[in-house]
C-alpha cells in the first residue's frame, strides 16, 4: 500500500522558516517525480515547487528565492524549506508522487500558517 505522509507543517511568524518533509513508502520512490501543491482556503489546489526523478527543481514565481525543495532518495523523503514565509503562504501543503504510466499519489497534507 503506497503512503505519503507529509509533517513538519505549523505556525509561524512572518519572516520565519519551516521545513515540511514528505515520507513516502509502498513505491520505487527514486523513479518518481515530487511535486509539493498547497491550497488555501477558498482557493485552488496550486503547485508550489517540483523535483524530478533526476534532481531536476522547478518553483512558482511566488516563492522561487524562498522555498528549496529537494530529495533523498535512501530515505524516501522528500523535503520542501521555506524561508522568508509570508502571510500569503498561508496553507495546507500536500505532495504529490508522480511516474510516467503509473497511478499517481497524494498525501494528506500539512497545515502551515503564517500569522503574528
Known amino acids: 500500500q503506497v503512503q505519503l505522509v507529509e509533517s513538519g507543517g505549523g505556525l509561524v511568524q512572518p519572516g520565519g522558516s519551516l521545513r515540511l518533509s514528505c515520507a513516502a513508502s509502498g513505491l520505487a520512490f527514486s523513479n518518481y517525480d515530487m511535486t509539493w501543491y498547497r491550497q488555501a482556503p477558498g482557493k485552488e489546489r496550486e503547485p508550489v515547487a517540483r523535483?524530478?526523478?533526476?534532481?531536476?527543481?522547478d518553483y512558482a514565481d511566488s516563492v522561487k528565492g524562498r522555498f528549496t525543495i529537494s530529495r533523498d532518495n535512501a530515505k524516501n523523503t522528500v523535503y520542501l524549506q521555506m524561508n522568508n514565509l509570508e502571510p500569503e503562504d498561508t496553507a495546507r501543503y500536500y505532495c504529490?508522487?508522480?511516474?510516467?504510466?503509473?497511478?499517481?499519489?497524494w498525501g494528506q497534507g500539512t497545515q502551515v500558517t503564517v500569522s503574528s
Open positions: 523535483i524530478s526523478s533526476s534532481g531536476t527543481t
Open positions: 504529490d508522487a508522480r511516474r510516467s504510466r503509473f497511478p499517481s499519489y
